[in-house]
């Protein structure tokens, strides 16, 4: 699942999509709006969509990552947690710089920055997770 997952990112990191035409797209879609009408809202909340899209791309990639490492290859919680952080960190810095070869696309380090977001949102959950999983008696009852 990890690979097929950097695989979507990569991908997605190839695609130029402009803003004309996904709400072109949009528009005839199912929304049953307007170019114009979704236009304006696009242009206000593009970046809720896109910039959260980031941190999702890289909480998942991290989460399969530590899952991946605990898991099948048998590391402690913590160095599972540490190298699915670098892992996460290192993927991030590399996707951006691909898109520097992308037609279209450029790498960005604030995109890099919230792209470990994403990284620190799945490090703290497989921390949570794996510490009430150690916890005697906090399964519940």
Known sequence: MLGIWAIVVVLTSSTVVTSKQFVRLAAQGPLQVSER???SFWR???WLFVKGYHVLEFFLFTLLLGLFLHLQRGLTVRRSLVWAA????????SDEWHQTFVPGRGGLVGDVLI?????ALAVG?????WRRAETPGAGGP
Do not use: Q, R
Not at 86 to 92: K, M, N, Q, V, Y
Not at 125 to 129: C, E, P, Q
């Open 37 to 39: 009408e979704f236009d």
């Open 44 to 46: 206000k909340w593009w």
């Open 86 to 93: 670098i892992g996460g960190i290192a993927f991030a810095a």
């Open 115 to 119: 792209d470990l977001v994403g990284v």
């Open 125 to 129: 959950v497989l921390a949570v997770l």
